[in-house]
């Protein structure tokens, strides 16, 4: 069973976040979504307080949104949620559509999802995330008097967040050693490219549910300009919404948008 954060009334919605995060990356939107919804906030296998992931079987590549998805398909059956509508960031969005796919979900969010750049994207993602996850760990006795400042959450937050001065000296020191301590990042991250080509061979119940897509327009993990587009011209059935101003983590930067997008007010 993966840790996760239960709230809330209503058809079921779980949430899903990207690589090196956890749970209460959804913390600025999870209220106002619960009043809407019976959220199910997860910390994937390797992630957060979830235990690392046994081994993938099927020849499949660990921490890949293959392998994350099979992980996650279980855990609901263990929960005993069927077909929830689901929504995912970065990996989490990869993963999220992937459900969607093979029709375990009735609706699905993806914000900023992984798989929809060209090689150079990939790895600009790749150093992004691993230089993240480098300095952190290289500057850890020194992060919490770094976080504590507007100049330190700008220069060390400010590539996932298009407002990193909103983050809380605390949220921001925990996301830092959540990411350096992840013992499914290396693995995750290495998995990055092969998901992609699987959704364009066959996009099967994506094409018969809605789906919808935020990206923030100050992204810069997976800038938006080319693989926004990208995604549109692979689901072409998708609706694709422009965050402005948001960055690669939209929900501390526009709570109220992204909690509408979640529950169908926008």
Not at 199 to 225: E, F, M, N, Q
Not at 230 to 256: E, N
Request: aromatic share 6%; proline share 9%; charged share 20%.
């Amino acid at each position: 069973m993966l840790a996760y954060e239960r709230r809330g009334s209503g058809p079921p919605l779980v949430l899903i976040h990207g690589i090196g995060s956890r749970w209460q990356v959804w913390s600025p939107i999870l209220d106002e979504v619960a009043r809407h919804r019976d959220v199910i906030a997860l910390d994937l296998p390797g992630f957060g307080a979830s235990s690392p992931w046994p081994a993938p079987v099927g020849g499949l590549k660990p921490g890949s949104v293959d392998h994350l998805t099979d992980r996650v398909a279980g855990f609901l059956i263990e929960l005993g949620v069927a077909r929830p509508e689901v929504a995912g960031s970065s990996l989490g969005g990869g993963i999220a559509l992937e459900l969607g796919r093979r029709g375990l979900a009735a609706r699905v969010t993806a914000f900023s999802p992984v798989g929809f750049w060209g090689p150079l994207g990939r790895r600009w993602c790749q150093a992004v995330v691993g230089s993240a996850r480098g300095l952190g760990a290289a500057l850890d006795p020194a992060l919490p008097r770094l976080l504590g400042t507007r100049a330190g959450k700008a220069a060390l937050c400010a590539v996932f967040y298009g407002h990193p001065g909103r983050l809380s000296t605390a949220d921001a020191l925990d996301s830092a050693r959540a990411l350096t301590a992840a013992p499914g990042f290396g693995a995750a991250r290495a998995a990055f490219g092969d998901w992609t080509p699987r959704l364009l061979a066959d996009p099967g119940a994506l094409a018969r549910i809605p789906v919808t897509i935020g990206w923030g327009t100050r992204d810069g993990v997976c800038p938006y300009k080319k693989q926004a587009g990208r995604a549109r011209s692979v689901l072409p059935t998708s609706r694709l919404v422009l965050l402005p101003g948001c960055g690669h983590l939209p929900f501390l930067d526009d709570p109220r948008r992204c909690s509408n997008l979640l529950t169908g007010r926008q």
